[in-house]
């Protein structure tokens, strides 16, 4: 069983709607969570990251941590085609970069 | 040009063939990562590097070694090439992690390996 599980998809949603993608994570010893974007056909790139448990807003992401149920969560307000993408939730220990990575859910956000 | 640059972007092997890839980057960063991304399990990592003389496995590092040349490149060799290393292979680096700061891994484009 993969440390962090994630709902591969697809997802299709319209434009403006409000998007929430989940993972679930099994090691309780994960301190950092990060959301990774992956277009087609490009490397990932950090969309943001969470440290321990709460909430992190960046314009229309936000990140959300529950340690106590080990749920890591990112909505998106105002869905954009721009939007469209692979997001991959990670986790990892304190002061360790050996990221576990969940599946990645396919996002379509259609005009 | 690009930070992160991948050799060769795709590859096409035959089973027992042997494979190197190859990683450079300009960000000047002391770590680097491979990973392999397959569909429904995501990016697993296969190694990754501190610096030139630290090297350490990954989640997945059996069937592959890896050699770390300078600071700027880092390999990837599959010594004897078989199917189920058919992927999606990423080349990542980073900053030394903070405390409370997760710092970035900035990724390869990626390269395309098929073995027959």
């Known amino acids: 069983q993969k440390e962090v599980e994630q709902d591969p998809g697809p997802l299709s949603v319209p434009e403006g709607a409000i998007v929430s993608l989940n993972c679930t994570y099994s090691?309780?010893?994960?301190?950092?969570f990060m959301w990774y974007r992956q277009y087609s056909r490009k490397g990932p790139e950090l969309l943001m990251y969470?440290?321990?448990?709460g909430n992190k807003e960046d314009g229309r992401f936000t990140a959300q941590v529950d340690k106590s149920s080990k749920y890591i969560s990112l909505f998106i307000r105002d869905s954009q085609p721009s939007d469209s993408a692979t997001y991959l939730c990670?986790?990892?220990?304190?002061?360790?970069?050996?990221?576990?990575f969940g599946a990645g859910t396919r996002l379509t956000v259609k005009p | 040009d690009a930070d992160v640059t991948q050799t060769p972007r795709n590859r096409i092997t035959k089973t027992g063939k042997r494979i190197m890839l190859e990683c450079s980057q300009t960000?000047?960063?002391?770590?680097m990562y491979w990973y392999r991304q397959d569909p429904g399990l995501g990016l697993r990592l296969i190694y990754y590097?501190?610096?030139?003389?630290?090297?350490n496995k990954g989640e997945i590092s059996d069937g592959y070694s890896v050699s770390r040349q300078a600071q700027a490149k880092f390999s990837l060799s599959l010594e004897s090439a078989i199917p189920n290393q058919t992927a999606l292979y990423f080349c990542?680096?980073?900053?030394?992690?903070?405390?409370?700061?997760?710092?970035?891994?900035?990724f390869g484009p990626g390269t395309r390996l098929t073995v027959l």
């Open positions: 990670a986790s990892t220990v304190y002061n360790n970069n050996d990221m576990r």
């Open positions: 090691n309780s010893a994960f301190q950092y």
């Open positions: 969470t440290y321990s448990s």
């Open positions: 960000k000047g960063h002391d770590r």
């Open positions: 590097s501190f610096d030139v003389k630290d090297i």
């Open positions: 990542a680096t980073s900053d030394p992690p903070l405390a409370g700061v997760h710092n970035e891994q900035f």
